[in-house]
């Protein structure tokens, strides 16, 4: 048995979130070193966000309202993006846990906008089992562009978008 109990390590985690409407950003507290992890294992029905901002544009204020917290359904979210902040941005993954994966640049179609970017499968992995057979939720896209398919001037580069598998209406091969 263990003398000592182990402590969990609590990250926080910056980011904004696309729902069908609106944009909220803010930050979180959490165990997981990733967001996807997240929206996937912790947070899977609802996302408890501080110091949010709720928009119509993503870092925009426009007719924003700062709330001191957000409670948002993970089921509405469309994508969310992570933002590093230096003093709190994420470690680099445990070399221990990382998996080998190989990209696959496809263009998604979620709600309003068009994700382009890679998706990383395991090497014998085909795209249709990876999509249909896995239970998370959120997939994350690499290197990422986000387009708005209602304003063209909204257009986003992005390290890693995590997207809603739910509200993914179309998959093009690129």
Same mark, same amino acid.
């Given at each position: 048995?263990?003398?000592?109990?182990?402590?969990?390590?609590?990250?926080?985690?910056?980011?904004? /979130?696309?729902t069908?409407?609106?944009?909220?950003?803010?930050?979180?507290?959490?165990?997981?070193?990733?967001?996807?992890?997240?929206?996937?294992? *912790?947070?899977?029905?609802?996302?408890?966000? @501080?110091?949010?901002?709720?928009g119509?544009r993503?870092?925009?204020? !426009?007719?924003?309202?700062?709330?001191?917290?957000?409670?948002?359904?993970?089921?509405?979210?469309?994508?969310? /993006?992570?933002? *590093?902040?230096?003093?709190d941005?994420?470690?680099?993954?445990?070399?221990?846990?990382?998996? *080998?994966?190989?990209?696959?640049p496809?263009?998604?179609?979620?709600?309003?906008? @068009?994700?382009?970017?890679?998706?990383?499968?395991?090497? *014998?992995?085909?795209?249709?089992?990876?999509?249909?057979?896995?239970?998370?939720r959120?997939?994350? /896209?690499?290197?990422?562009?986000?387009?708005?398919? !209602?304003?063209?001037?909204?257009?986003? @580069?992005?390290?890693?978008?995590?997207?809603?598998? @739910?509200?993914?209406?179309?998959?093009?091969?690129?």
């Amino acid at each position: 048995m263990l003398d000592k109990q182990s402590t969990l390590q609590k990250h926080v985690v910056h980011l904004y /979130v696309a729902t069908g409407s609106r944009w909220v950003s803010g930050h979180f507290t959490t165990n997981h070193r990733r967001l996807i992890y997240c929206l996937n294992r *912790e947070h899977r029905d609802m996302l408890l966000i @501080e110091d949010a901002v709720v928009g119509n544009r993503p870092g925009v204020r !426009d007719s924003s309202a700062e709330l001191r917290v957000a409670y948002v359904s993970t089921s509405r979210i469309l994508f969310a /993006v992570p933002v *590093e902040k230096a003093r709190d941005s994420s470690p680099p993954p445990d070399p221990l846990l990382w998996v *080998e994966k190989r990209p696959r640049p496809l263009v998604l179609g979620v709600g309003r906008y @068009e994700i382009a970017g890679d998706v990383f499968l395991l090497p *014998e992995a085909d795209l249709t089992p990876s999509f249909v057979l896995t239970g998370d939720r959120f997939i994350a /896209v690499g290197d990422a562009l986000i387009k708005s398919l !209602d304003d063209p001037s909204l257009v986003q @580069e992005q390290a890693v978008v995590t997207v809603n598998r @739910e509200h993914i209406s179309y998959i093009l091969r690129t």
